[in-house]
């Protein structure tokens, strides 16, 4: 194996490492081999503090700093396990299911608003089922923070679409990228910060002019105290997508939404970097004034110092020999479906 000292950079996944710091992964990689890809990446998070701004394990991330130290022959990983993937069964209405038919002035269904959806199993499962039998797109699990909410007229206790919001905005979006004045370095390390509206739905019955902008002010104002509430930090900007060939983005207009430009229609998925899909209208809407400073500016430069201070801070840790000199690590299975392992301390 070569020494890490034969690398030429020491920045993976939107982090720099120390030295000392990949030699500790390396250390760890060495004395563990029969631990999984994924279980070494929990035990490499908890020892390094490499956690999402809720607070998790950055699996994903360091599942790639391990691929890449692999493939420039500092470490050599286990053999990837092949699993097939559960199948989510995804709830389904019957299209002609007689439902209330709604044509009336906004005013007199107000006032209206937006009802999170928790994780009750009816109320969910219902709210799946509305925007899989009736957008266009149907429903995808999330991947990642997400929050969902019914779109409810008080005085009527009336359903009247749906909204689902992640933390999946696109990996690289050249529009957006150079609206916000992004690099590589700040779109990697504050990508977090710009929620995705992957699902907009008005359900098919109710015909109520000027809901829909209505429903998206309403969601603009909420969803970054919620998303403070559920997931421990506040984000910026929220971004979606319009396809043209079935919709005019008239209700984003008329939030205030901004509009950028278009897609390629390449998807997340074209490694040729040929068109496959339709080009999308592209949308954001700042959540807060200084938004683009919290993206590039003085905000942005404060975390990714403060950021790189707890790495040096991390980076003075007792090595991994140091640790296991007083304590004799066991590893076991946590009590999770994935059966992740863990390094528990017992004292000798």
């Given amino acids: 194996m070569k020494s890490v000292e034969a690398l030429l950079k020491t920045t993976f996944s939107g982090r720099r ?8 992964v390396q250390q ?20 390094l503090s490499w956690k999402t701004p809720n607070g998790k394990n950055k699996v994903e991330s360091c599942l790639t700093l391990l691929e890449k130290l692999e493939a420039q022959g500092v470490i050599s990983l286990p053999a990837r396990q092949v699993r097939q993937a559960p199948q989510r069964r995804v709830p389904l209405l019957e299209k002609d299911t007689p439902e209330t038919p709604t044509e009336a002035a906004l005013d007199t269904l107000m006032p209206v608003r937006l009802e999170a959806v928790g994780s009750s199993e009816p109320d969910r499962e219902r709210w799946k ?22 779109i409810v007229s008080e005085p009527r206790q009336q359903r ?5 919001f992640s933390a999946s905005a696109a990996g690289a979006l050249a529009p957006r990228d150079r609206w916000i004045g992004w690099d ?3 779109r990697t390390k504050l990508l977090h910060l710009v929620l995705s509206n992957d699902r907009f739905l008005i359900f098919p019955w109710v015909h109520v002019p000027h809901l829909a902008s209505h429903a998206l002010s309403l969601a603009t104002r909420q969803i970054a105290e919620d998303w403070v509430q559920s997931f ?7 971004e979606t997508f319009v396809d043209p060939t079935h919709f005019a983005g008239t209700c984003y207009r008329a939030a205030n939404w901004q509009f950028l430009g278009l897609t390629q229609g390449r998807g997340r998925l074209a490694p040729d970097h040929q068109s496959r899909i339709s080009k999308k209208e592209i949308f954001v809407y700042p959540l807060q004034s200084d938004w683009q400073q919290h993206l590039t500016g003085t905000a942005g430069a404060v975390q990714i110092q403060k950021r790189y201070r707890n790495d040096l801070q991390a980076s003075h840790a007792p090595s991994i ?15 999770t479906r994935s059966s992740e392992r863990s390094l528990v301390w017992q004292r000798g």
């Fill in 160 to 164: 009247l679409g749906c909204l689902l």
């Fill in 232 to 238: 421990g930090y506040r984000p910026v900007l929220i």
């Fill in 184 to 186: 590589l370095q700040h």
């Fill in 321 to 335: 020999d140091e640790l296991f000199g007083a304590r004799h690590p066991v590893v076991r299975r946590r009590p």
């Fill in 17 to 24: 490492f120390t030295r000392k710091q990949l030699a500790h």
């Fill in 129 to 150: 089922a509305y925007l899989q039998t009736f957008h266009y797109l149907g429903y995808r699990q999330p991947v990642g923070p997400h929050r969902g909410y019914f």
């Fill in 28 to 47: 760890t990689v060495e004395q563990f081999p029969n631990l999984t890809r994924t279980e070494l990446a929990h035990t490499l998070c908890e020892h």
